[in-house]
């Protein structure tokens, strides 16, 4: 099947590899037909609203055709300024539409279907989980400029996980609504998973967390495992300023140092002795002073319903890009984390 974008401007084909803005490919072929005339224009308004999705057809073969006759002047001039956009510009299209649909090449029903959808972010409590999110989206503005508007149109639907154990079950719901397709179930799935790694230390990782990223990346799903323990130690010093009887634990969780920071419990503290843990864990928190341990053995942050309120403190206006970046600084090969996340959620819309 011809890719005509590709040929027209000698570019190398990145069917999946979406980039700035996706862009969706026409057959001329489709133009042939005005049968197509009501599944085409669905098409064009939903990617023309607000300009979610690009699109390309080649005014240059299928400005006599039947279907294209049969449009309206303003779906027209849409089809002419997509045109005119990019005859000048050196991009790839991210999908095709056209009436010989093959293995990634969309039929107009399934084009339907998949960009009609919202992209799903899936976290493991979608009430708990969301406001650090939309911190990441109130504070780096300038990234999340085209997050927001989709957010806005509610063109992205966040998902409860119901805990990560169960997220392999919310997937395979939606993969459900896919079944009896052309293609395989996974090929019309457009998510985002973002969860906690719940590390205790630096490259633990849980064979629960294991079992999760094989089962995304066999289905191709896009993901983010924080480095962190939880979202929680993403925490700036100026949210916990903003917690009331808790001046001991947060001084003596101030003092630690930026790695121990990372993967202390929060909610928790240390329940048991130091010398219970594993070895690893006696070695990131050794040198904490005795009496500060002894402050962390009494328990963590004291709150009425830490899990919920806790991070609604994200969303402060103490809370900003500055003291968000200053906690993940220190990340080695991570530093620009919460840029990362954003990114990967705009690459997907």
């Not at 399934?110 to 009609?116: H, L, P, S």
């Not at 998902?159 to 179930?185: C, D, M, S, W, Y």
């Not at 130690?233 to 920071?261: C, H, K, S, T």
């Amino acid at each position: 099947m011809k890719r005509w974008l590709s040929e027209l401007l000698n570019l190398p084909l990145a069917p999946h590899q979406p980039i700035r803005k996706m862009i969706i490919e026409f057959d001329p072929a489709i133009f042939e037909s005005e049968a197509n005339h009501n599944q085409f224009c669905l098409l064009l308004h939903l990617s023309a609203i607000d300009h979610r999705y690009d699109i390309f057809v080649d005014l240059s073969v299928i400005r006599e055709s039947a279907l294209y006759i049969s449009l309206s002047k303003n779906d027209k001039e849409t089809l002419e300024d997509y045109y005119n956009h990019f005859i000048t510009q050196s991009a790839a299209p991210d999908y095709f539409v056209s009436i010989e649909p093959d293995d990634d090449i969309l039929s107009l029903v399934e084009g339907i279907m998949y960009f009609n959808q919202p992209l799903s972010i899936i976290l493991e409590n979608s009430l708990n989980d969301k406001p650090f999110l939309e911190s990441l989206v109130k504070n780096f503005k300038k990234r999340s400029k085209k997050i927001s508007r989709y957010l806005e149109h509610r063109w992205i639907n966040i998902v409860n996980g119901g805990g990560r154990g169960n997220i392999k079950h919310v997937i395979n719901e939606q993969l459900a609504t896919f079944e009896n397709r052309p293609k395989p179930p996974k090929f019309y799935l457009r998510c985002f998973v973002l969860v906690d790694s719940d590390s205790k230390y630096p490259g633990h990782e849980s064979n629960e967390l294991a079992e999760l990223k094989t089962l995304l990346a066999g289905l191709d799903i896009d993901f983010h495992i924080l480095v962190k323990r939880e979202m929680e130690n993403y925490m700036p010093d100026e949210g916990f300023a903003l917690i009331d009887n808790n001046d001991d634990i947060i001084a003596a969780y101030l003092r630690l140092n930026p790695i121990q920071r990372d993967y202390f419990d929060l909610e928790n503290g240390f329940v048991h002795p130091l010398e219970h843990y594993d070895q690893q864990i006696q070695d990131l928190f050794g040198d904490v002073s005795e009496a500060d341990m002894k402050i962390f053995r009494k328990g963590g942050i004291k709150m009425d319903n830490f899990k919920l309120d806790f991070p609604k403190l994200f969303l402060k206006n103490e809370v900003n890009r500055d003291n968000l970046q200053q906690r993940v600084v220190h990340q080695g090969t991570t530093p620009d984390e919460l840029e990362t996340v954003l990114d990967k959620i705009k690459k997907l819309l």
